[in-house]
């Protein structure tokens, strides 16, 4: 089945560490999103690829850093300049050619200690 | 810039009562609406979608008609059941800085009790 895996599900941190987040789709999406979710709020975008080897800055980029080296994968690393890590991060992506609808991975919930 | 703004929850009701919740957008170009559900502890799922002006989004008994005369895209339901538990997206889809980018509501909390 196509979709987008997420690891780990959870994650613990102490602070001053930094860490990666995966995530990995098979649908053969050009684009890829990284959003955080705090408790109450929506949906924040942090960073966005449209293509290979290329990738902007969402609204929330800082402390945060991707790349984007193959297709398939984009991951997320948040750094130690990240002020408020703890948060429920939410990987997703989308074909170039539909409306806008984003397929979403299950989820990444860091908690820094 | 584009937003969306939803009806503050959270909504507390019981099974097979009505449903709504309001949703209204601000967009300078001409975006596609979304409504995503979301269960405990699990990424976004799409529930129903409408391109263009008039068009309405149905799924699950759900329904969202795309009014550009209200600015809106309100949610429905004519009876909800326990398993509609959820938090629930409004989003709209615009090109913004030359990339298609999804736009969030806050999301609104929906309790179904027995």
């Given amino acids: 089945d196509g979709g987008i895996t997420q690891s780990p599900k959870y994650l613990f941190r102490k602070e001053g560490q930094n860490v990666t987040l995966s995530c990995e789709q098979n649908l053969n999406h050009d684009a890829m999103y990284w959003y955080r979710q705090d408790p109450g709020q929506g949906l924040r975008l942090i960073y966005y690829s449209q293509i290979v080897n290329d990738f902007q800055k969402g609204d929330i980029a800082e402390g945060y850093s991707v790349s984007r080296e193959k297709k398939e994968s984009f991951p997320l690393t948040v750094t130690s300049a990240q002020k408020n890590p703890t948060a429920f991060y939410l990987c997703a992506s989308k074909a170039g050619s539909n409306t806008g609808e984003l397929f979403f991975g299950e989820g990444s919930r860091l908690t820094v200690l | ?114």
């Fill in chain 2, 1 to 114: 810039g584009d937003s969306v703004t939803q009806m503050e929850g959270p909504v507390t009701l019981s099974e097979e009562a009505f449903l709504t919740i309001n949703c209204t957008y601000t967009a300078t170009g001409y975006p596609s609406l979304f409504w995503y559900v979301q269960y405990p502890g699990e990424g976004l799922q799409l529930l129903l979608k409408a391109t263009k002006a008039d068009d309405k989004g149905s799924n699950k008994g759900f329904e969202a008609t795309y009014r550009k005369e209200t600015t809106s895209f309100h949610l429905e339901k004519g009876s909800v059941q326990v398993s509609d538990s959820a938090v629930y997206f409004c989003a709209l889809s615009d090109q913004i800085q030359g990339a298609q980018k999804l736009v969030f509501g806050q999301g609104t909390r929906l309790t179904i009790n027995p």
